[in-house]
């Protein structure tokens, strides 16, 4: 595709207005939103590639160049995927300075979409009385608009785990559920795998969904068994990831967590995500597990709960009990110690930073 390529669709609306110029698109961003009307500017321009920002979950934030070619071939994808077509009535609620937010404009414009824009807070349904083919969120944003969930057919979910205990309240809606496997290197998602509206709503616990490659993916693991990405139509380069994961067929794989968060204690490898997606079952509020220095362990397993006023002992000892009376939970995979702080540190897309907030326990 040739910098001069770049258009939109006879169909985009954007807040309900149609556009028949470029120049149209961006003088009514920026009198709506600086944000957007700069993405745009650099969209609509002649620049071969657009610059974007990875949330620095994992590490630290730092801009990446991607290809508008491979990103117009991500949006058709998704479209492709989920049967979106022109017309597609579709709702932003995530920040456009990540790649996730300036999907679904590119998406929008690419294939013809009419999409309205609300402010990315925790609660984007809460001022919404429109109904909407189409729509992307975090976890949190999910958590918080389950009463509203039927004002939108399909929704995907990323930047995170959901938890059992928020499948479990997604079984019932009527809305179909994804949650969503990528990267911005892969410009969002290069997998989904369905969390909702399974034939027995009531197996949640044992029913197992895996995540399913989208078309012109090939995966394979390395000898770490992390996931390896051949995407040629989203990147020139293979990919190299720190997930590990069990392939279940060419296309599906199941994620069991990073490798370099895996804990070593006293031998036993224990994936800090799965143990996590067990805990969901018994602790509502947001926690997470992590190994810290043990002299005898090497490293032990610890749980850090995010809750104001909870750092004493009798509130310790109900969640060890609870704990111990999880079936899931092996003795290796049982915390050795609880911590509370009082709120998590975050990147900028609501995820939580483990090692900075592990370093205000100062351990």
């Not at 022109?86 to 999907?103: D, F, Q, R, S």
């Not at 608009?145 to 309240?169: C, H, M, P, Q, Y």
């Not at 993916?217 to 068994?225: C, Q, S």
Request: proline share 3%; with cysteine.
């Amino acid at each position: 595709m040739k910098s001069d390529q770049i258009k939109f669709h006879k169909s985009f609306q954007l807040n309900g207005y149609s556009f028949t110029s470029v120049a149209e698109i961006l003088a009514y961003t920026k009198g709506f939103s600086d944000e957007i009307h700069q993405f745009l500017e650099s969209w609509f321009s002649s620049d071969k590639c657009i610059s974007v920002q990875t949330s620095g979950s994992t590490g630290t934030p730092k801009s990446i160049l991607l290809k508008k070619e491979f990103v117009v071939n991500s949006a058709v994808a998704t479209g492709l995927y989920f049967d979106l077509q022109e017309n597609t009535t579709a709702l932003l609620c995530l920040p456009t300075v990540y790649i996730a937010g300036k999907l679904m404009l590119i998406r929008a414009i690419t294939l013809g979409w009419h999409l309205d824009v609300v402010a990315p807070n925790s609660y984007p349904l809460e001022k919404v009385d429109k109904m909407y083919d189409f729509s992307a969120m975090v976890p949190l944003q999910l958590e918080n608009s389950i009463s509203k969930l039927s004002k939108i057919k399909t929704l995907i979910v990323g930047g995170g785990v959901v938890s059992k205990e928020l499948k479990t309240k997604i079984q019932d809606v009527s809305t179909v559920i994804f949650a969503t496997y990528g990267m911005t290197e892969t410009i969002t998602h290069i997998a989904v795998k369905k969390l909702n509206n399974f034939s027995s709503s009531k197996r949640i616990i044992t029913k197992q969904s895996f995540y399913k490659t989208l078309p012109n993916v090939t995966i394979y693991i390395d000898d770490r068994n992390c996931l390896v990405i051949n995407a040629p139509k989203v990147s020139d380069e293979i990919i190299f990831t720190n997930d590990v994961v069990q392939l279940i067929s060419d296309t599906q794989f199941e994620w069991l967590g990073r490798f370099d968060t895996v804990i070593n204690s006293g031998g036993i490898k224990l994936h800090p995500e799965k143990i996590e997606e067990k805990l969901s079952e018994i602790i509502t509020r947001r926690f997470f597990v992590a190994g810290i220095p043990d002299q005898k362990l090497g490293e032990k397993l610890v749980l850090i709960i995010e809750a104001d006023n909870y750092n004493n002992f009798d509130f310790q000892l109900f969640i060890k009990k609870e704990i111990l009376n999880l079936k899931s939970i092996s003795k290796f995979e049982t915390p050795k110690e609880i911590y509370f702080v009082t709120h998590f540190i975050e990147t900028g897309t609501k995820k939580i930073q483990r090692n900075k907030t592990l370093d205000l326990l100062k351990l």
